[in-house]
C-alpha cells in the first residue's frame, strides 16, 4: 500500500522557518515527481512546489519563490519543504504528492498527481 506522511508542520511566529518532510512507503518514487500543496478551509487546494523524479527541475509558486525550497533524497524515499520568512498568509494545511511512476514532471496542477498524504498544519501567527 502507498503511503505519503507528512512531518514538521507546528505554530510558529512571523519570519519564522519551518521543514516539511514527507516520507513515502509502498514503493520508490525515484521515478516520479513529487509537489507540495496547501489548502485552508473554504478555498481549493493550491499549488505550492514541485521537484522532478531527478531534482533537476523545480517549480514554485510566485507567493513562495524565494523563500520555499523544495529538494528531495532518493534514498530515502523523501521530500522536503524548507520554508523561511513565514507569513501569516502561508497559514495551510500542507499535503504531499507524487505522481504515478514514470511520470517525472513537475506539474502544479492537483489533478497531476496520484498519491496524497494526510497533511500538517501550518499555522503562522502574526
Known amino acids: 500500500q502507498v503511503q505519503l506522511v507528512e512531518s514538521g508542520g507546528g505554530l510558529v511566529q512571523a519570519g519564522d522557518s519551518l521543514r516539511l518532510s514527507c516520507a513515502a512507503s509502498?514503493?520508490?518514487?525515484?521515478?516520479?515527481?513529487m509537489a507540495w500543496f496547501r489548502q485552508v478551509p473554504g478555498k481549493e487546494r493550491e499549488f505550492v512546489s514541485a521537484?522532478?523524479?531527478?531534482?533537476?527541475?523545480?517549480n514554485y509558486a510566485n507567493s513562495v519563490k524565494g523563500r520555499f525550497t523544495i529538494s528531495r533524497d532518493n534514498a530515502k524515499n523523501t521530500v522536503f519543504l524548507q520554508m523561511n520568512r513565514l507569513k501569516p498568509e502561508d497559514t495551510a494545511v500542507y499535503y504531499c504528492?507524487?505522481?504515478?511512476?514514470?511520470?517525472?514532471?513537475?506539474?502544479?496542477?492537483?489533478?497531476?498527481?496520484?498519491?496524497w498524504g494526510q497533511g500538517t498544519q501550518v499555522t503562522v501567527s502574526s
Open positions: 509502498g514503493r520508490p518514487f525515484s521515478s516520479s515527481a
Open positions: 521537484i522532478s523524479n531527478s531534482g533537476r527541475n523545480i
Open positions: 504528492a507524487a505522481r504515478s511512476v514514470g511520470l517525472g514532471y513537475p506539474t502544479g496542477v492537483v489533478g497531476g498527481y496520484d498519491y
